[in-house]
């Protein structure tokens, strides 16, 4: 008889367990069960062929030629500026990516708490050079390129910048999220993906014009499409109310539209470090792209009607909102985007499986600014209505996680919703926000009785016809840590329009974190032989991550030598600022002239209009002068750049009298180069890139105590230039730090402001009379049609000059002259300026993000 063998499968042969592979990500208790469903042969290959981070120029030539050729589908032949661009940006991603990876997967690992900053602007500007810089590979790609016969120069201007923000707002975030990479910290920005951004600006006849900014013309190859993650977001509809099983009544919102909100992911990478950390960028779509059966049947146009309409809320940046239906499209863009964001932000803690107790300790959300407000009443909404938490355990967690930074301390600019529109838009988030200010002034009624009126001063809806959601206020309630972003305004927001929070929650929930901006770009990008200079000195690069290190340049400040080295750098960044000028504007500068610099957003409180209004007085001064007085006259090139909002009359007017300005003066043979005029249309970053690095004065003349603190005042100092202002925002500051001898202040102090302003109106205050000497020429027609000014000119004369351009001329002008006098001396001048960015060390956003990591978010960094 014979035995059978029993039929042993072999390895091969057994089934192999199937892994899940989860398209985003996973968690630390998922890791090891993961890694055990991969076979070892499965494992070892993946490393064997994984992508690496090109390390040398030749491994960037052999992904840069792969991009042209299989990327693009182009050849050597046919590789203009355009392609080469791509097919480098492509190369730089990847590696870029091989980082974010990486960084992802530490991230989970370590598991430690995360910061998701929620900002509606991330004005990036262009991509290519900061990745290049950040990632270390600039020289690679530099002289990679170069061999393959093209200029990085060439290369970097296809780019165009990002239109994900307007200014300064988005600017910051912008700093901030590189700066969260540069130092360490675990976290990701939230925003927009705007299809046209805020618009591009023209002048024409003056007068500015917007049209779209195609800025994603080509496609944009610093942005990673995750198609997979399509959240739902709904608007309109209605509450249903029920009682389950256990008696607890559940709210339940239903019934209303549905669009769907894509991801697009920006990774960020650190300066000097492995961490490339994320922006996440939300694009609107429909839930159904396209009705087919209304197509058939001939209705064409409203088969892709309800597709436009989803697409318009990630159209525009900051739709105008002089009218409802822009009302409506601004409150739906910010709800899509911090909905779309907190359910990803939910998602990713519950793939951990914590209680929810733990939700604060793991999450931190900064809000920058009330446009990302109604995350409060979502995040509510969610734990209460989704998750099924208690009310008060639920209002716990909310305002254990959110922080907020205000930016303003002008009452007009906080933001407000009609109570119609929003409860017709979001009618579970009126209710929830009913609650919460019914919860709240029941504890503001008890901790004082006999102040009633206190409970309409703070109350989240304001009594007014209609009745206006304070989103501002909602912010505050809903926050553990309030920040102001310079000291003055910190101070402002204590004494002004948060005092009677201030009694309610005490002093401890409000506090200062003074801007920054990254000096990599700011600096090293938009600088290079400037910050070539101070390596010298400080011995190497190292004042990129330690910005204090700048103070080793200021023995060197009456260093004769590095003056005039200092000197011819300013004199190079002239020119390619007259350069961009010729090209755009066909002005001719001299770059022995003074460059006298304003470019930001155009609002009345900024006071552009003081500006130009100086530079009418100085026109009109040279134009009396005799030939021999001329010759004393400090020649001076007046710039302006910056946007008004599409719907701000007032703001256009300025935009209008400074171009019609331009006209005259440029044209005037009398003046020559002793005045020229400029206004550089569609201002951004890569202008401003420019524009810094030119300057010898900027201005920042806002009204005392109306401007947050502002960031473009930093990046002129750092850039060797010295500043004429107010005292206000950080203007502040940076005069303790660089010294009062180095800067140029004027005008009243925020103190007096209000005074001013009271006896302006009640009494009638004369007008400066070198003022009244301008208005007198714009009224007699020397700049055009008189009556198209006539809305500015009655701004600021008689009671109506709330922004006190009358009563700060005088000390302007002086101020002005100051400026000229000061700057004939050029050797001290220098002096002046290389003290002054010499203390700048304290005006770094890294220092910014350690103050918000320790103070607001209780975040570590990652270690190595």
Known sequence: MSSITPNV???????????????????????KSFEASIPAASRDLWQQFGVTEFQDKEAFQKEFIRHVETTLARSMYNCDDLAAYLAASQAIRDRLIVAWNKTQQKHT?????????????????????????????????????DDLGFKIEDLLEQEPDAALGNGGLGRLAACFVDSIASTNYPGWGYGLRYQYGIFKQRIVDGYQVESPDYWLAFSNPWEIPRYEIAIDVMFYGYTRKY????????????????????????????????????????????????????????????????????????AVLYPNDNFYSGKELRLKQQYFWVAASLNDIV??????????????????????????????????????????????????????????????????????????????????????????????????????????DMLARVSIIEESSPQQVRMAYLAIIGSHKVNGV????????????????????????????????????????????????????????????????????????????????????????????????????????????????????????????????????????????????????????????????????????????INSVSEVVNKDADIGDLLKVVFIADYNVSKAEIICPASDISQHISTAGTEASGTSNMKFVLNGGLILGTVDGANIEITREIGEENIFLFGHLAESVDDLRHQRRFNDVPINPDLQKVIDAIEGGMFGDKDIYGSLIYSVTGNRDYYLVSDDFQSYLDAQKLVDKDFKDKTTWVSRCITAVANMGFFSSDRAINEYAESIWNIEPVAK
């Not at 072999?10 to 996973?26: E, V, Y």
């Not at 900053?117 to 950040?134: K, V």
């Not at 009609?418 to 838009?425: E, I, K, M, Q, Y």
């Not at 390619?576 to 755009?584: D, E, H, V």
Request: hydrophobic residues 40%; proline residues 5%.
């Open 243 to 314: 009682t389950n099983d256990q008696g607890k009544t559940v709210s339940i919102w239903e019934g209303g539209e549905q669009v769907q909100a894509i991801a697009y992911d920006v990774p960020v990478p650190g300066y000097d470090t492995e961490t490339t950390n994320n922006l996440r960028l939300w694009a609107s779509k429909p839930t159904r792209e396209f009705d087919f059966e209304k197509f058939n049947s001939g209705d064409y146009e409203s088969s892709v009607r309800e597709s436009q309409k989803a697409e318009t809320i990630s």
């Open 486 to 657: 310079a000291e003055l305004h910190s101070d402002l927001i204590k004494t002004t329009i948060f005092k009677d929070f201030v009694a309610i929650y005490g002093t401890d929930k409000f506090m200062n974190v003074t801007n920054g901006i990254t000096p990599r770009r700011w600096l090293h990008q938009a600088n290079p032989k400037l910050s070539e200079l101070i390596a010298s000195k400080v011995g190497s690069y190292s004042f990129l991550k330690d910005l204090t290190l700048l103070k080793k340049v200021e023995p060197f400040a009456k260093d004769p030598e590095f003056i005039e080295k200092w000197a011819d750098i300013k004199k190079f960044n002239k020119a390619r600022l007259a350069a961009l000028i010729k090209k755009n504007n066909g002005i001719d500068v001299s770059v022995d002239a003074l460059f006298d610099v304003q470019v930001k957003r155009i609002h009345e409180y900024k006071r552009q209009q003081m500006n130009i209004f100086s530079v009418i007085h100085r026109y009109l001064t040279i134009k009396a002068m005799s030939a021999e007085e001329k010759k004393d006259v400090t020649p001076r090139v007046c710039i302006f750049g910056g946007k008004s909002a599409p719907g701000y009359y007032m703001a256009k007017t300025i935009i209008k009298l």
């Open 347 to 452: 998602r990713r803690f519950k793939k951990t499986h914590r209680p929810w107790s733990d939700f604060s300790d793991q999450i931190a959300i900064q809000l920058n600014d009330t446009h990302p407000t109604i995350a409060i009443v979502e995040l509510q909404r969610i734990l209460v209505d989704m998750e099924g938490l208690e009310w008060d355990a639920a209002w716990e967690i909310v305002t254990s996680t959110f922080g907020y930074t205000n930016h303003t301390v002008l009452p007009e600019a906080l933001e407000k919703w009609p109570v119609p529109l929003f409860g017709n838009l979001l009618p579970r988030h009126l209710e929830i926000i009913y609650n919460i200010n019914l919860f709240f002034l029941q504890k503001v009624e008890k901790m004082f009785p006999k102040d009633r």
């Open 9 to 31: 499968p072999s390895a091969a042969d057994l089934p192999r367990p199937k892994h899940r592979r989860t398209p985003t990500g996973f968690s630390p208790k998922e890791i």
């Open 109 to 145: 690992t370590k598991d430690q708490k995360r910061v998701y900053y929620l900002s509606l602007e991330f004005l990036m500007g262009r991509a290519m050079d900061n990745a290049m810089l950040n990632a270390g590979v600039k020289d690679i790609t530099k002289t990679g390129v």
